[in-house]
């Protein structure tokens, strides 16, 4: 069965970097863009970035862009995330989430999330 | 970037309930609204995408629909086990694919 597993999260200073891992199973990895949403503690789900299945194509949500890289590695079923010049409100549980596109091409959802990694950022 | 709004925040429901949530985007999606239920500590799981197109496996109490900027996820007959976090979100266009704010459904 599909399974993603997050790893990498933990405790670090501000401005410090940590690099989180989504190891890929059960699925075609390589088929499917992979995203990573993010959740602060009691709040809600924050969008984060995306990653094209064949890596050509990466977005991120404004707060990140400039800080954070997402990279995958499609021999190796792994999705990263690079994140550098870490700030207090970075602090979250980290998913990453497999998308799926329907048959059609027209609809995508997120059908597939791993059970994320928390960050705290804290001196 | 898409504003997504949902409505109410939080709400009380008895169980045999039925529960509307409403979500609304700042400009038109079209149909390009996915609704996720997350429960306490567990990752969020999909219910509904492209407004109205159930997930394979959600029971058929859970309903969606709506076009353009005003969409509804409607759940019949409440059960014990739907107590939890609705989210919205959209995949219109070119990413950030923004997420609602949640609705906590709470026991009455």
């Known amino acids: 069965q599909v399974q993603l597993v997050e790893s990498g999260g933990g405790v670090v200073q501000p401005g410090r970097s940590l690099r989180l891992s989504c190891s890929a199973s059960?699925?075609?990895?390589?088929?499917?863009?992979m995203h990573w949403v993010r959740q602060a503690p009691g709040k809600g789900l924050e969008w984060v970035a995306v990653?094209?299945?064949?890596?050509?194509?990466?977005y991120y949500t404004d707060s990140v862009e400039g800080r954070f890289t997402i990279s995958r590695d499609n021999s190796k079923n792994t999705l990263s995330l690079q994140m550098n010049s870490l700030r207090a409100e970075d602090t979250a549980v980290y998913f990453c989430?497999?998308?799926?596109?329907?048959?059609?091409?027209?609809?995508?959802?997120?059908?597939?999330w791993g059970q994320g990694t928390l960050v705290t950022v804290s001196s | 970037d898409i504003q997504m709004t949902q409505s109410p925040s939080s709400l009380s429901a008895s169980v045999g309930d039925r529960v509307t949530i409403t979500c609304r985007a700042s400009?038109?999606?079209?149909?390009?609204l996915n609704w996720y239920q997350q429960k306490p500590g567990k990752a969020p799981e999909v219910l509904i995408y492209?407004?109205?197109r159930l997930q394979s496996g959600v029971p058929s109490r859970f309903s969606g629909s709506g076009s353009g900027t005003d969409f509804t996820l409607t759940i019949n007959s409440l059960q014990p086990e739907d107590f939890a976090t609705y989210f919205c979100?959209?995949?219109?266009?070119?990413?950030?694919?923004?997420f609602g704010q949640g609705t906590k459904v709470e026991i009455k």
């Open positions: 989430a497999r998308e799926t596109i329907s048959e059609a091409g027209t609809w995508n959802w997120f059908d597939s």
């Open positions: 059960g699925f075609a990895f390589s088929n499917h863009a």
């Open positions: 990653i094209w299945d064949d890596g050509s194509t990466k």
């Open positions: 400009q038109r999606i079209y149909s390009y």
């Open positions: 492209a407004t109205s």
């Open positions: 979100q959209q995949t219109y266009s070119t990413p950030p694919w923004t």
